[in-house]
């Protein structure tokens, strides 16, 4: 046993290791700032799928989510994994072909072309703030990942984890996350399937789903007005509230061509559901097997799962896969909004804007989100919790006035300003006076769209008085 888990270890540590060793290698690609923040626009298909599923496969998929499958069955599961894939085929549908056209760098730079220099700052100060929680929960998780294999503290492991996140990140910029995505994903496909094969020897899958409760195949909400809105709320947490993602942009228009960007939005979308379904197939698995290891803490259930039952080459399968599910979005997760903050928040205020000072730029904010990420993680909320939070306030703040930018002829910067506080507003509002009715993140979205609605006619009125 002393022995398997020395091996484990040195393990992780190489993997730790290869890791920074390909950032390393991926930073001789990056001669200017568009390499360092989109690749050279030059990334091939299969790279732009693993990028796109890797965008969201993190530790709230491998941990949180089977976590609240165990408890609340198919219905606790809607917001994650299932409105990512929601997420990605609207993309797919509705925005890659007119974000690639603009030949932008964020979402900033869209809100600039469309409203107006005022609006771009503050929507970005908004977008680099949701970011926080969303990276946070990766950072957490490496933490825990390092605590039970590594036994070391949390807050230990957490260190160690962002320091291989940082080091890569900021010296290889979206070439070391993309070429680190596609290796990683291939190590998330092998491994989980390798764990469900462990468990299928054990019990035939079609024995596990008979003896398994109802709720955990209920695709539809009770038939009550309440139960309904919280459904709706949980499919359009992530299905809309990821549209903003400046992840999910800067891998759009990383792809080499416009249709390679839209044949990975579909794609990405199709290997996402059918990965994530695996993570939820062993926490049935494990509720017949090992029901105790659940009631023990269902968020380590997979790691202490594999732990248990797993041969040496599960358990490195298992760790190469869960390591890779967090260290590939993190990553991303924190170049996006660094890249936010370089581009739309510190370079308006930097006379000399030269591609060598944007890069600069980029590669401070990297340390600076990461830190600052790195605090909210030590801060005690649950994986679930935090990914969650990230993508909600994105929900209520930014989907309507980029929808709006992208479809409406003269879009309203008033109706945007609008859109973004009223929707904050009522959502934070309802987050401390919670309603056990309608949820906080439908009725945000409702109130950014009244404020848009507001907006624009107010500023129609006025421009016609």
């Keep these: 046993m002393e022995k398997s888990v020395t091996i484990l270890q040195i393990f992780i540590l190489l993997y730790l290791l290869i890791t920074i060793l390909i950032g390393y290698w991926a930073s001789r690609k990056v001669k200017n700032a568009q390499d360092f923040a989109l690749a050279g626009r030059n990334l091939p298909l299969g790279i732009s799928v693993a990028c796109l599923f890797a965008t969201w496969f993190g530790s709230e998929v491998i941990m949180g989510s089977p976590s609240e499958y165990a408890e609340n069955g198919f219905l606790g599961i809607i917001e994650e994994p299932l409105g990512a894939v929601l997420a990605l085929v609207l993309i797919g549908l509705f925005f890659t072909r007119k974000l690639y056209r603009l030949g932008l760098l964020t979402f900033g730079d869209l809100f600039e072309k469309r409203y107006n220099s005022q609006i771009a700052f503050i929507s970005s100060v908004i977008m680099v703030i949701t970011y926080f929680g969303w990276v946070a929960a990766q950072i957490k998780a490496l933490g825990e990942v390092l605590e039970s294999v590594m036994n070391i503290p949390i807050f230990t492991g957490m260190i160690i984890g962002t320091l291989?996140?940082?080091?890569?990140?900021?010296?290889?910029?979206?070439?070391?996350?993309?070429v680190t995505d596609f290796l990683q994903?291939?190590?998330?496909?092998?491994?989980?399937?390798?764990?469900?094969?462990?468990?299928?020897?054990?019990?035939?899958?079609?024995?596990?789903?008979?003896?398994?409760?109802?709720?955990?195949?209920?695709?539809?909400?009770e038939r009550n007005f309440?139960?309904?809105?919280?459904?709706?709320?949980?499919?359009?947490?992530?299905?809309?509230?990821?549209?903003?993602?400046?992840?999910?942009?800067?891998?759009?228009?990383?792809?080499?061509?416009?249709?390679?960007?839209?044949?990975?939005?579909?794609?990405?979308?199709?290997?996402?559901?059918?990965?994530?379904?695996?993570?939820?197939?062993?926490?049935?698995?494990?509720?017949?097997?090992?029901?105790?290891?659940?009631?023990?803490?269902?968020?380590?259930?997979?790691?202490?799962?594999?732990?248990?039952?797993?041969?040496?080459g599960v358990q490195i399968l298992f760790l190469g896969a869960l390591l890779s599910a967090i260290l590939s979005t993190a990553s991303g997760a924190i170049l996006a909004p660094a890249t936010?903050?370089?581009?739309?928040?510190?370079?308006?205020?930097?006379?000399?804007?030269?591609?060598?000072?944007?890069?600069?730029?980029?590669?401070?904010?990297?340390?600076?989100?990461?830190?600052?990420?790195?605090?909210?993680?030590?801060?005690?909320?649950?994986?679930?919790?935090?990914?969650?939070?990230?993508?909600?306030?994105?929900?209520?703040?930014?989907?309507?006035?980029?929808?709006?930018?992208?479809?409406?002829?003269?879009?309203?910067?008033?109706?945007?300003?609008?859109a973004m506080f009223v929707g904050m507003a009522v959502?934070?509002?309802?987050?401390?006076?919670?309603?056990?009715?309608?949820p906080a993140n439908l009725v945000g979205l409702m109130a950014s769209m009244i404020g848009m609605l507001l907006g624009t006619w107010l500023e129609h009125y006025q421009n016609h008085r």
């Design 164 to 178: 291989v996140v940082l080091i890569y990140t900021y010296i290889g910029g979206m070439w070391a996350v993309s």
């Design 185 to 221: 994903s291939f190590i998330i496909i092998v491994g989980l399937i390798a764990i469900w094969w462990n468990l299928s020897e054990q019990m035939p899958l079609q024995e596990v789903i008979s003896q398994s409760p109802q709720k955990y195949f209920q695709l539809l909400p």
């Design 226 to 312: 309440a139960d309904i809105l919280a459904y709706i709320s949980a499919w359009l947490t992530l299905g809309l509230g990821s549209i903003p993602s400046q992840d999910v942009l800067q891998r759009i228009l990383a792809s080499k061509s416009e249709k390679v960007a839209v044949q990975a939005s579909f794609l990405s979308a199709w290997v996402y559901l059918l990965i994530t379904a695996i993570p939820l197939l062993i926490t049935l698995y494990a509720r017949i097997l090992y029901p105790e290891l659940l009631a023990e803490n269902s968020e380590t259930l997979m790691p202490v799962l594999v732990k248990k039952i797993g041969g040496l």
């Design 340 to 418: 936010v903050l370089a581009e739309n928040i510190f370079l308006p205020f930097i006379k000399n804007k030269t591609d060598k000072t944007l890069l600069w730029l980029l590669r401070i904010s990297v340390v600076i989100i990461t830190l600052l990420s790195l605090i909210l993680a030590n801060l005690g909320e649950s994986i679930f919790e935090l990914a969650s939070f990230a993508a909600s306030s994105g929900l209520v703040t930014l989907v309507v006035p980029i929808w709006a930018a992208l479809y409406l002829k003269q879009p309203s910067c008033l109706g945007a300003l609008l």
């Design 427 to 438: 959502w934070v509002i309802l987050l401390i006076f919670p309603s056990e009715t309608f």
